[in-house]
Every structure is written in C-alpha cells, then in structure tokens.
C-alpha cells in the first residue's frame, strides 16, 4: 500500500503557486516588507552587528563584541522564528484546511503559537543531544587514543562525527512530520510523527531532496536572470549587478538603492515560493500517511 507519492508531495509547493497567484502574491509582499524592516534594523539599531557578521575570519571578535553583537540580532532572530512558523501555518492551512481561508491563509492564532512552542521544544532537545553526543564521543575518541595512539583517535573522532551526523539526519526525517501533526490536530505532538514515518524514511527523504533541489534550480535560474538584467541595464557593468547581493549598510538611504529594492522584491517572491515548496511536502506526507491508516 503506497501511503503517498514522494514526487506528488516534492512538487505540491510549486503546484499551490501555480494554482493560488494571488495567495503567493500576498506572502510576496510580506517577505519583502520583513526584508525591508530587517534591512532597516540592521542599517540603524545592528550596524555595528551587521560590520561584525560581514567581518573576515582575520578579523575574530572577542568575547564582549560578539556577546553584544547576539544582543542586538536576538530580536531579528526572535521575529523570523514567528514568520517562519506563520509561513509554515498558511502553508499547511491552504493544504490540510483550504477553507479556512483568512487573509491569504494567514493568520494569528494558537495554530501558530504552537508552531512556535513545537519549535522551542526541538530546539532545546537538539542541543540537549548535540552536546550529549559530543562528550560521549569526545570520550569515546580520547580513549581509542590512549589505547591505540594519536592518530586512531583522530580517525575514530571522525567516525563517530559522521556516525553522529547520519543519526540527526535519520532522527530530523522520522520526526518531520511534527508540524503538520501539531497544526492538523490543534496538540502539541513532539514525538508522533516517529510511529507514523515508520517504513517512510527514505521516500520522506526523496520528497525533501527533489523539493528542495527544485527551489534551488529555480531560485539560480531567477537571480541569474535578473544579474543578467540589471548588468546590461547598467551598461554591461558586473559589478554593478553583484553589488546588489551585498549592498552598502552604512546608512538607510545608501542602503535601498532602486537596484537593491527590485532585488527585495524578486528575492520576496522566492522567498514566498521556498515556504510553499519546502513546507508543503510533509502536509502531503502526513495527508496521505493519515488517509492510509485510518
């Protein structure tokens, strides 16, 4: 019994774009004005944050710059939290409950909020286990090395790094489909989608993959094409065109250049087709898993 096609629920994100323009017009334009209001944080209040994150390696911040440098970034990093989840509800709203329409799908309710909560749980346990993971393998490899040498331990710490790496992957897919339980069934679900993504690892991963190279594509192909633009409107100036990937942040006007603007605006529409196409396949996933079990 075939619970859901993997390549059905890779493209079902640009199939919601193609069959709801307007719905991603509408998320366009907030990922442009949350670009906007980010570009602006970061020219005013995080200028000094934004100098050390466009800093090279040589030039290492210590202790004190870097702990300000988190301070200024944690509201922009608290914010893009609860648009992510809010993306991730309407995604989810316009495949699992398509008459619960709001505006454009969007909404601010507990369905969000526990998005958000969902998000803070994993996040603790991740580094709960990253930091478990560590020791013991730093234990692990500090004894191979007192037994068998220097470079056995080397190697063995590199083992157990892949060995740790290729478990967060399997556990991540087992577990992805947490989301899209905790929004369809209004309850907090940590750890349901375990017991539903039995046998369903790898077309889980097959759905991911081809979604995510997708967007890739299509993301290259459209930044591509607009570099191409904007150089021959400039003359033919390439570094004209690549300045408006890393534009100048010393001040709000130097900053929103109409280059710069166009790039938001373009860089705002991907944006709204990434959640769609990277969201919408464990929506499917989990459509088509709960179908087959009842």
Do not use: N
Not at 52 to 78: K, N, Q, R, S
Not at 141 to 160: E, F, K, N, P, S
């Amino acid at each position: 019994m075939s619970a859901f096609s993997a390549t059905d629920a890779a493209f079902e994100g640009f199939r919601l774009t193609r069959e709801r323009p307007r719905t991603v017009l509408v998320w366009a334009m907030l990922c442009f004005l949350v670009s906007v209001c980010s570009a602006i944080y970061l020219t005013t209040v995080g200028r000094e944050a934004s100098a050390l994150l466009e800093a090279g390696p040589a030039d290492t911040p210590d202790a004190a710059a870097l702990g300000e440098m988190l301070a200024v970034l944690f509201p922009m990093m608290i914010m893009g939290l609860l648009f992510q989840c809010l993306m991730a509800a309407a995604v989810y709203r316009v495949t699992l409950r398509p008459e619960d329409r709001g505006l454009a799908y969007l909404k601010l309710s507990m369905d969000e909020f526990r998005l958000v909560l969902l998000t803070g749980v994993y996040f603790l346990l991740v580094l709960g286990a990253v930091i478990g993971a560590v020791l013991v393998a730093g234990l692990i490899a500090a004894v191979v090395m007192m037994v068998a040498g220097q470079g056995a331990g080397a190697l063995m710490g590199v083992v157990i790094e892949f060995f740790i790496l290729g478990v967060l992957f399997y556990t991540a897919v087992r577990l992805s489909l947490a989301p899209a339980i905790t929004f369809a069934e209004h309850r907090l679900a940590i750890f349901d989608s375990w017991r539903l993504t039995k046998g369903q690892f790898w077309k889980l991963t097959g759905a991911y993959t081809l979604a995510i190279c997708g967007i890739i594509a299509m993301s290259l192909l459209v930044l591509v094409i607009f570099a191409a633009a904007v150089a021959i409107a400039k003359g033919g100036d390439l570094q004209a065109a690549g300045r408006m990937f890393s534009p100048d942040s010393t001040s709000v006007r130097s900053y929103f250049t109409l280059t710069t603007v166009l790039y938001l605006l373009v860089s705002g529409w991907l944006t709204a087709i990434y959640y769609a196409v990277v969201i919408a396949p464990a929506a499917v996933a989990y459509r088509g898993l709960t179908k087959a079990a009842a």
